[in-house]
């Protein structure tokens, strides 16, 4: 059974940092490309950073700068770092694991950022 958990969300200040993490089992955790979304209400579902297999990485225009996504094989785990926060980054956080035959979704953590 394929799970991905998602820890790290929470109330912060404007200004503020956040981490992140996407627990990942049931796949082969390397062979996955991974990648963290957000959905703020009544928005769509938008890109904040993917990271390949090959850890190549890709960030949305609106937190680039401000964000780092990076994975560790090893604890078969993703993180989000998310510095100078913005009260328009509140969303729920959404981590994904794809390649060719498969996509998989977590079921996402809330951050909220206060101005």
């Known amino acids: 059974q394929v799970q991905l958990v998602e820890s790290g969300g929470g109330l912060v200040q404007a200004g503020g940092s956040l981490r992140l993490s996407c627990a990942a089992s049931?796949?082969?955790?390397?062979?996955?490309?991974m990648g963290w979304y957000r959905q703020a209400p009544g928005k769509q579902r938008e890109l904040v950073a993917t990271i390949t297999s090959g850890g190549s990485t890709n960030y949305g225009d609106s937190v680039k700068g401000r964000i780092t996504i990076s994975r560790d094989n090893a604890k078969n785990t993703v993180w989000l770092q998310m510095n100078s926060l913005k009260p328009e980054d509140t969303a729920v956080y959404y981590c994904?694991?794809?390649?060719?035959?498969?996509?998989?979704w977590g079921q996402g953590t809330q951050v909220t950022v206060s101005s």
């Open positions: 049931g796949i082969i955790f390397r062979i996955y490309n």
């Open positions: 994904r694991a794809w390649q060719v035959l498969n996509d998989y």
